[in-house]
C-alpha cells in the first residue's frame, strides 16, 4: 500500500512526490534508488526534507558526534600506550 498526502495527491509539488520511508541512520542515507518496470529501468533521486541529527559515537538521535557527551567516556575507555 503506498500513501500520499493531500500535496502530492493534489500535485502541488507538480512533478514530485513526498513519501514517507524508514531510514537507517548508522548507515549511508542513498540519495537515488533504482525503480525497475518490465522492460525499463531507470534511477529516481530523492531528498530528505528533515533528517534528524545523528550521533556515530553513541548512535543516538538528537545531536551529532561533536556535541557528544559519551565521546569523553568512550576515549577514556581506550588503553592508555
Keep these: 500500500m503506498i500513501l500520499v498526502d493531500k500535496a502530492t495527491l493534489n500535485r502541488t509539488y ?3 512526490a513526498r513519501v514517507l520511508i524508514e531510514v ?4 549511508k542515507i542513498p540519495t537515488q534508488l ?3 518496470r518490465e522492460g525499463y529501468a531507470s534511477y529516481v533521486s530523492f531528498e530528505f526534507d528533515r533528517l ?3 550521533c556515530s559515537t553513541c ?3 538528537g545531536h ?3 556535541a557528544c ?3 569523553g567516556v568512550e576515549a ?3 588503553p592508555r600506550k
Design 14 to 16: 507538480g512533478h514530485f
Design 24 to 27: 537507517d541512520l548508522s548507515k
Design 34 to 36: 533504482m525503480v525497475e
Design 52 to 54: 534528524p541529527l545523528f
Design 59 to 61: 548512535h543516538c538521535i
Design 64 to 66: 551529532e558526534a561533536v
Design 69 to 71: 557527551s559519551h565521546a
Design 76 to 78: 577514556r575507555k581506550e
